[in-house]
């Protein structure tokens, strides 16, 4: 079985530019996840989807931060425009339901100059 | 609100000593719980998890976990450690409902040769 995909895995730009994320759950998995980790910290969870409705999206940065499951399977994480203090790794994660265990992507490093 | 607490940063211990790592966590109700470990440059990989019943909890590379109410608990043990073992741990409580993980901060572990 194929786990969560992610692209890029590194990226790097300088401040004020955007850049987007994308990830591809495992299949059949209802449920995604997107959690942001800033270096020597735990994952914190930015926006939870099931299918293609928001769940929550209490800790999503709305004024730069954006994120779409269009079709209920991938989706799309958006920064724009980026700010120093996003320098982190963005990990995707999905379960099959609410209430299943989460498997993780392998993450998108990015590095914000 | 769940929290978790992992109360070492770091843990260093040689290649077949035993290994206990620790987690702390604070839900008003029975938690889900779990570890993950993450390699360099890698996602979050689940060890084991614990809804309901028997508090030990055996989980896979020859790791176990108990779940200790009365002392707020979920402590990570293996009986002998490998080189390949060396990697960060995280500790996460699901809230039952929510099902959002709160993850702790980490714990990393070096093993010496």
């Known amino acids: 079985e194929a786990g969560v995909a992610q692209s890029p895995r590194y990226k790097i730009i300088e401040k004020r530019q955007s850049v987007a994320f994308w990830c591809n759950p495992i299949s059949g998995h209802a449920t995604l996840y997107w959690y942001q980790q800033i270096l020597g910290q735990g994952p914190k969870l930015l926006i939870q989807?099931?299918?293609?409705?928001?769940?929550?999206d209490s800790q999503l940065p709305k004024d730069r931060f954006s994120a779409e499951r269009l079709k209920g399977v991938d989706s799309t994480l958006k920064i724009q425009p980026a700010k120093l203090e996003d320098s982190a790794v963005y990990l995707c994660?999905?379960?099959?339901?609410?209430?299943?265990?989460?498997?993780f992507g392998p993450g998108t490093r990015l590095t914000v100059l | 609100a769940q929290s978790v607490t992992q109360p070492d940063i770091h843990i260093t211990v040689s290649e077949g000593a035993s290994l206990e790592l620790r987690c702390n966590y604070s839900?008003?109700?029975?938690?889900?719980l779990f570890w993950y470990v993450q390699s360099p440059g890698q996602g979050l990989q689940l060890l084991l998890k614990?809804?309901?019943?028997?508090?030990l909890v055996q989980g896979i590379k020859g790791f176990e976990a108990e779940f200790k109410r009365s002392q707020s608990s979920f402590n990570l043990r293996k009986p002998s450690v490998h080189w390949s073992d060396a990697a960060e741990y995280f500790c996460a409580v699901g809230a039952s409902g929510t099902y959002k993980y709160i993850f702790g901060t980490g714990t990393r572990l070096k093993v010496l040769a």
């Open positions: 989807f099931q299918n293609n409705g928001v769940v929550d």
């Open positions: 994660a999905s379960s099959l339901e609410q209430a299943d265990t989460q498997y």
């Open positions: 839900y008003g109700a029975t938690p889900y």
């Open positions: 614990y809804f309901s019943g028997d508090t």
